[in-house]
C-alpha cells in the first residue's frame, strides 16, 4: 500500500474530527478506515477530485550547504510548498498528500500558471510532483467542514454523525453509522457539492 502521511494538524470537536485527512487508496478501493458497507454517491466535485494527474515535473533545486542531514529532499521540499499555499497562492491551494516510497508529493489546486511554476520551481532535485486539478480552496472546504461539525448532536435520531474531516483531494468527508439516512440529509443542509458521506464505526478524536 503506498505509504502515505498526514499533512495538517486536526482540531478534534467533541468526538468530530476537522482538519487535514488523505485518502488516496480509499476511494480507488472502496476502502475505509472504518470498513465500508454501502459505497455512497459520489458528486461530480468528488469524482473530479479524484481524476488522475494532469501535470507532473521533477526538481531540479540542489540541496542546501547547511541542510539538516535529518531531513530528506521531499521534507525539505515540501515545506516550501506549504510556505506557498499559505501565502500568495492560498486562493487556488486545496490540498497535498505525500508518497514517501516514491519521493513524490500529489498537490491538488485550481489550475494556476503561476502556482504550478512555483511548487515545481521548489521542489529538490529528484522529487516528483504530480499535479491535480480541483475546483475549490482549502479555506472554503475547512469553513464547510466546520459548519458541518458545529453540533454534532443535531442529527441524534436519525443518524449518528461521527468524523468530519477535509480530504485534500478537494472535499469534505463525513462519516456517519447510515450513509443512506444521513447522505439526503446532510445534502439538503448543506448542498452536495464538496460532501462525501461514508460510514465510518466509531467517532474518531484524533489523527495519527
Keep these: 500500500m503506498t505509504n502515505l502521511r ?3 494538524a486536526a482540531v478534534a470537536t467533541a468526538g468530530v474530527v476537522v482538519g487535514a ?6 476511494l480507488e478501493t472502496g476502502h475505509t478506515d472504518g470498513g465500508l458497507l454501502d459505497a455512497p454517491r459520489e458528486s461530480a466535485s468528488v469524482k473530479k477530485a479524484s481524476a488522475p494527474a494532469e501535470d507532473r515535473c521533477v526538481g531540479t533545486v540542489p540541496v ?3 541542510a539538516d542531514p535529518e531531513e530528506t529532499p521531499l521534507d525539505r521540499s515540501l515545506t516550501r510548498i ?4 499559505a501565502g500568495e497562492h492560498s486562493a ?8 514517501e516510497d516514491k519521493n513524490a508529493a500529489d498537490i491538488w489546486r485550481i489550475p494556476s500558471d503561476a502556482f504550478d511554476a512555483a511548487v515545481c520551481a521548489a521542489a529538490e532535485k ?5 499535479l491535480h486539478s480541483a475546483d475549490v480552496d482549502r479555506g472554503t472546504l475547512e469553513a464547510l467542514a466546520e459548519r458541518i461539525s458545529e453540533d454534532m448532536y ?6 449518528q454523525l461521527r468524523q468530519v474531516g477535509v ?3 478537494g472535499f469534505v468527508r463525513v462519516g456517519v453509522d447510515d450513509p443512506k439516512t444521513a447522505e439526503p440529509l446532510v445534502e439538503k443542509e448543506f448542498g452536495p457539492r464538496y460532501i462525501k458521506v461514508e460510514y465510518v464505526t466509531q467517532a474518531h478524536a484524533d489523527v495519527g
Excluded: N
Excluded at 506549504?82 to 499555499?85: F, H, R, S, T
Excluded at 443535531?154 to 443518524?159: A, E, H, N, P, V
Design 6 to 8: 498526514w499533512i495538517a
Design 21 to 26: 485527512a488523505l485518502y488516496i487508496d480509499e
Design 64 to 66: 542546501p550547504p547547511d
Design 82 to 85: 506549504d510556505k506557498l499555499a
Design 92 to 99: 487556488v491551494y486545496t490540498g497535498m498528500g505525500v508518497d
Design 126 to 130: 529528484g522529487v516528483k510532483l504530480r
Design 154 to 159: 443535531r442529527w441524534d435520531g436519525t443518524f
Design 167 to 169: 480530504d485534500e483531494r
